[in-house]
């Protein structure tokens, strides 16, 4: 096949993994690999092996298994020694899971995985459990498969 065509399928494949197979939701973790493919002297355009190679994607996307992920970060929470076991309970019912925990002399440090989408006013919860004295910090560190995540097949 002509280079022009193949970067053309790529183009195409690249367009069907940011559409997804369930409504817009972007692919990750895939490799494609073109293994064949015939040209026509009147059919043969650019246009139409993005097309192929959009539809062609859309439609092996469609045939295997996939999950809904969502972002997770680690958060690292710092708090007085007697404030711990209400950010514990805070950080599972956000559906937090405790990595590591470390103590020193009127502090604890607590490490958690945590759902982005469950952050969302922590600050002022953490503030308002621990008069103001817990801090806190996140950093993304992937995805993870998302509560009731429809499986498609």
Do not use: N, W
């Not at 197979?21 to 650019?46: C, M, N, Q, W, Y």
């Not at 680690?74 to 514990?88: H, I, K, N, Q």
């Not at 469950?118 to 919860?125: D, I, N, S």
């Not at 004295?133 to 498609?152: E, I, L, M, Q």
Request: net charge positive.
């Amino acid at each position: 096949m002509p280079q022009e065509y193949v970067r053309s399928v790529e183009a195409g494949c690249r367009d069907a993994l940011t559409e997804g197979p369930i409504g817009g939701f972007p692919v990750t973790g895939l490799r494609v690999t073109l293994t064949d493919g015939a040209t026509h002297v009147k059919d043969s355009s650019e246009q139409a092996f993005r097309t192929a190679g959009r539809l062609g994607l859309r439609e092996a996307l469609r045939a295997c298994t996939t999950v809904l992920l969502e972002p997770v970060v680690e958060v690292t929470v710092t708090v007085p020694e007697d404030a711990v076991g209400g950010v514990l309970g805070d950080l599972a019912a956000r559906r937090g899971r405790v990595t590591g925990s470390t103590a020193r002399t009127g502090s604890a440090t607590v490490t958690a995985t945590v759902p982005l989408a469950e952050l969302f006013g922590y600050a002022t919860r953490l503030r308002s459990r621990t008069q103001g004295r817990g801090t806190f910090t996140a950093r993304p560190t992937g995805y993870a498969p998302a509560p009731g995540a429809v499986t498609v097949r």
